[in-house]
């Protein structure tokens, strides 16, 4: 379980930040960094077992049902990118401390940038497909805040919007991909994916898969033509770029392909498809690195490019590529964050990013001259410097592979001018800011930052050197990252000559040409003005915003604000699907035979199709309307007592009974009648749509009642007694073995009802003194018969309800239905009485008796526990009681007390504060006292007078 920390640290250290924010910022600085550092640690202690040849894995049950299982590996590859996530995320942090201002919430800050750190350590360790997917959309997530931190700035807001858009789309195609890849491998555990590379490539899907996995990785990774997102994601905070979009997040999507690399890799579609991707990107990014003239887009760019390098190396597949892929992974997280680092360094002293405002900076920065010059010397590939190394074994793998077939000569060609451009722009990036003449002065005099800023990049220059100057120092974490992307142990040896070769006059050609491209720049930036400026964040936008109209002009096509027309097209449209499957009827027909009719269900079908229709043609008389629909109701109840379902129909028959009363409450502020709004030709659309919808629902019924159709009901019937302690099926179902839906409905029922009541409370409406035809309401508000009626049967009432609730294991009833009669009875008091008298005498609120219900429920679930049970795991026995004498005891007999709590405290919460509106304190519409106090003030209004 020690393994299991590794990524529960950081994301616990999500919360320090919040913790600890009121503290001074050194000491908010160092609570942030002490639990990534402890997973560092953690992380470095593994190293003697994996090099022994033992993967560390861990895994905790979560959806077994799914294959999913919080499952965490650390082998060889996870360490590497854990010690790039960690060590890299360290120095951010420190970086940060001095970058941000005073003003700023750096706390929020350290927040999201541990929230992204925890994401990309659970991408990295991940043992499971869908986990790793999980950890994968949390870094969009956290990506999305960190870019839009300055929310001040619209460039940021953009930029995190597009960035968010972008890998967001690319994590449902990554997603699609995982699961057919899950498919394919008959699990989702990483190591049986890794082990099942021929099974995969022989299956059909196989080319879908990897398209789809491939617009995950390539999407995240920025390769063409999705590299976009990439440059405009530089609004963030340059520790926010230096972290992100050099060491981390981009490299998720480079991880993904060295992870599934041995089952996945080795086949011609793999390698056309990631080689082509990676090779067009290197040389494209480098290109628009070369003319840009922002500090962070140059290294944006610059960053898309060495991606693909990268991407290149992992399409080849060969060993040395792939060894080759890993040490530029190191190299690059090495340079490219310092690079950034000293681009924030000189935007925090300077004031600016523009290199024409920038110029002959050596004299006044020379220590930040020297470290940005050493990482961009090891960007370019200078010999004696680590991205040397890496970049002469690209070229040897360009030249040595034919994974392009024919054409694969185009390799080693592209890579070559990939070279020139890298080392063209890397030589403008130093010169162009330290050596050569402004040609305009910077916002503020540049000087150096203090020494602890600076000291991250210092540490990451001098390890360029090392690297540069003794390769062999990254075996320790290169040789068991290469075994575990190529699934065994690869003897290598890293040195900084090989002789004389072609990757090396490949290498010198870049070298040389490079500075030549950079001598001539001038000639580059007149060969570029011949182009329109092409802003990828405005053409973004402007597509984001062409969707957004067509969608609207859709939906208005669609809904014009119409109930009608829009019930109109969603019953034509279910009309049409369900219709043609229903057309061959002959087809569908069953081999068991129709049901004798009888007299009684004769009568019974035609009083429900005659009070059906009589609700829906009588719709202007509300109360005529409302009499006709509580005969449905009630014919419905009957049909459930007629076909064995004395549940069903009780249950039935108290909604029904709460339905009426709702709605008479409601209708009491309603219009008695409407006047008629729909033409003669509307209405027979109506009339044939409902006929037709009628039709379809009727020969549906008769296809499923005329076939045999396999049942679970057989297994309730056999295990009610046995499992649940219970003769009534029904209720042994609601309370044991679907237990969870009715916890789940129960807290639905109490969330609506407490909003509900919060709508409810303190509503004003005016009560109308007269029907619609001008008859004056009865002053006798409480007639004698009803006050004399409800007073004997609420006694009554409330005894049936608690027969019906204890009843309920065995015998038709049970918690809901003994809910509604307690709520049906006092609901007759407030009736009756009214409610001032009624809340004198029950003078408590029924919001506690809802969410009480809901606590009672969730507790008898979680007291199975205590027996090391299942959530909501039953137990029943048989008890002798004095004076009592033999009974048998249920737990579920408390969980359905909860729910007995919620539907009472839940339905009077609605049907009480709806009464409250119709109380005596409300006002009449035609109050003369109420006219005459909104005559005057209209008239305090009219005259400038305050109004309280």
Not at 300 to 309: D, E, Q, R
Not at 705 to 715: A, N
Not at 777 to 786: A, E, G, I, N, Q
């Amino acid at each position: 379980m020690t393994l299991f920390w590794i990524p529960l640290l950081p994301l616990l250290g999500v919360l320090v930040p919040a913790l600890v924010a009121k503290r001074s910022r050194p000491q908010c600085t160092l609570a942030t960094a002490i639990l990534p550092a402890i997973a560092l640690a953690m992380s470095l202690a593994a190293l003697p077992d994996i090099n022994a040849g033992d993967i560390p894995r861990v895994s905790i049950d979560w959806i077994p049902q799914i294959g999913l299982d919080l499952a965490f590996r650390l082998d060889g590859l996870s360490l590497m990118f854990n010690v790039l996530i960690l060590g890299i995320g360290l120095l951010i942090i420190l970086y940060a401390h001095y970058y941000l201002e005073a003003h700023e919430k750096h706390a929020r800050f350290y927040a999201f940038l541990i929230l992204f750190m925890a994401s990309m350590v659970g991408i990295v360790m991940a043992d499971n497909l869908l986990v790793m997917w999980i950890f994968w959309e949390m870094t969009s997530l956290s990506s999305f805040l960190l870019i839009g931190f300055w929310s001040h700035r619209s460039e940021a807001r953009k930029g995190a919007r597009m960035a968010m858009t972008v890998t967001g789309a690319g994590g449902l195609a990554l997603l699609a991909g995982l699961l057919l890849l899950g498919d394919m491998a008959g699990s989702l555990d990483m190591q049986v994916v890794l082990d099942s590379r021929e099974v995969i490539a022989a299956d059909p899907l196989f080319p879908l898969m990897l398209v789809l996995v491939l617009l995950g990785a390539f999407t995240k990774s920025a390769q063409f033509p999705f590299h976009f997102w990439l440059p405009h994601a530089m609004a963030a905070p340059t520790p926010v770029s230096a972290y992100l979009h050099s060491a981390t997040m981009v490299k998720a999507g480079i991880f993904l392909m060295a992870r599934l690399h041995p089952a996945l890799a080795g086949n011609e579609l793999w390698s056309a498809l990631v080689a082509s991707a990676g090779i067009i990107t290197m040389v494209y990014a480098a290109w628009f690195a070369l003319i840009k003239a922002d500090l962070k887009g140059i290294l944006a760019f610059s960053t898309v490019s060495h991606l693909g390098l990268i991407t290149v190396l992992l399409g080849i597949g060969s060993p040395v590529a792939v060894l080759a892929a890993l040490l530029h992974i190191l190299n690059h997280a090495a340079f490219k964050a310092a690079l950034f680092m000293c681009s924030g360094i000189i935007d925090h002293e300077a004031g600016t990013r523009d290199l024409s405002r920038l110029g002959k900076l050596a004299k006044a920065m020379p220590i930040t001259c020297l470290v940005m010059s050493i990482a961009g010397a090891a960007m370019a590939g200078i010999p004696l410097f680590n991205g040397f190394i890496s970049k002469e074994m690209f070229f040897t793998a360009t030249v040595d592979t034919q994974v392009l077939g024919g054409i694969s000569l185009v390799l080693p060609i592209l890579a070559t001018i990939g070279g020139i451009l890298s080392v063209a722009y890397s030589v403008r990036l130093v010169h162009a800011v330290f050596f050569a003449e402004a040609r305009h002065a910077p916002p503020r005099e540049p000087h150096e930052p203090p020494h602890l800023m600076r000291a991250p990049a210092e540490l990451l220059a001098i390890l360029c050197i090392v690297v540069g100057l003794f390769p062999a120092v990254t075996n320790w974490i290169l040789v068991p990252a290469v075994a575990a992307v190529l699934q065994q142990p690869l003897d290598f040896h890293l040195a900084i000559w090989h002789g004389f070769n072609l990757p090396l006059a490949m290498s010198a050609v870049a070298t040389v040409a490079g500075i030549l491209v950079y001598v001539g720049h001038r000639h580059v930036r007149r060969f570029v003005r011949q182009f329109p400026v092409q802003d990828a964040s405005l053409i973004f936008e402007r597509g984001m915003q062409n969707i957004a109209k067509r969608a609207e002009a859709t939906t208005d096509f669609l809904d014009n604000a119409s109930l009608q027309r829009f019930m109109a097209l969603l019953l034509t449209a279910a009309l049409l699907m369900a219709g043609i499957g229903l057309s061959q009827l002959g087809e569908l027909t069953g081999s068991k035979g129709n049901q004798p009719l009888d007299g009684v269900l004769l009568l019974g079908a035609v009083l429900l199709m005659f009070t059906a229709i009589g609700t829906a043609v009588t719709h202007r008389y509300r109360l005529v309307s409302l009499l006709m629909l509580s005969v449905v109701g009630l014919v419905v109840s009957l049909t459930f007592a007629r076909f064995s379902a004395p549940d069903l129909a009780l249950t039935q028959l108290s909604v029904e009974v709460v339905t009426m009363i709702l709605l008479m409450l409601a209708l009491f502020f309603l219009p008695q009648r409407t006047p008629t709004e729909s033409s003669p030709l509307r209405t027979l659309r109506d009339i044939l749509l409902c006929s037709s919808l009628g039709i379809v629902v009727a020969t549906l019924n008769y296809a499923v009642l005329t076939r045999d159709t396999p049942s679970i009901s057989q297994f309730f019937l056999d295990n009610s007694v046995p499992g649940g302690g219970g003769h009534n099926v029904v209720n042994v179902i609601l309370v044991d073995f679907r237990g969870f839906d009715t916890l789940g409905e129960i807290t639905v029922l109490a969330i609506a009802g407490l909003a509900i009541y919060k709508l409810l409370n303190r509503l004003r409406l005016f009560m109308p003194h007269s029907d619609s035809e001008g008859r004056i309401w009865c002053p006798d508000r409480y007639p004698m018969l009803l006050l004399t009626v409800s007073q004997t049967i609420l006694p009554l009432a409330l005894l049936v309800s608690v027969f019906i609730f204890l009843r309920g294991h065995n015998l038709p009833g049970g918690g809901f239905i003994a809910g509604l009669i307690t709520a049906v009875a006092l609901i007759l008091i407030y009736m009756a009485r009214g409610v001032e008298w009624t809340q004198q005498r029950l003078a408590f609120p029924y919001q506690p008796v809802a969410i009480l219900g809901v606590g009672v429920a969730t507790l008898t679930g979680l007291g199975s526990w205590l027996f090391d049970a299942p959530f909501l795991t039953s137990s029943y026995g048989h008890f002798h009681i004095p004076l009592v004498g033999d009974i048998e005891l249920a737990t579920a007999l408390l969980f359905d007390l909860g729910v007995y709590l919620a539907v009472v405290g839940a339905t009077l919460m609605i049907l009480a504060n709806l009464g409250k509106v119709t109380t005596s304190h409300r006002p009449a519409k035609d109050d003369p006292e109420v006219i005459e106090k909104g005559l005057h003030r209209v008239e305090d209004m009219r005259d400038g007078k305050e109004i309280t």
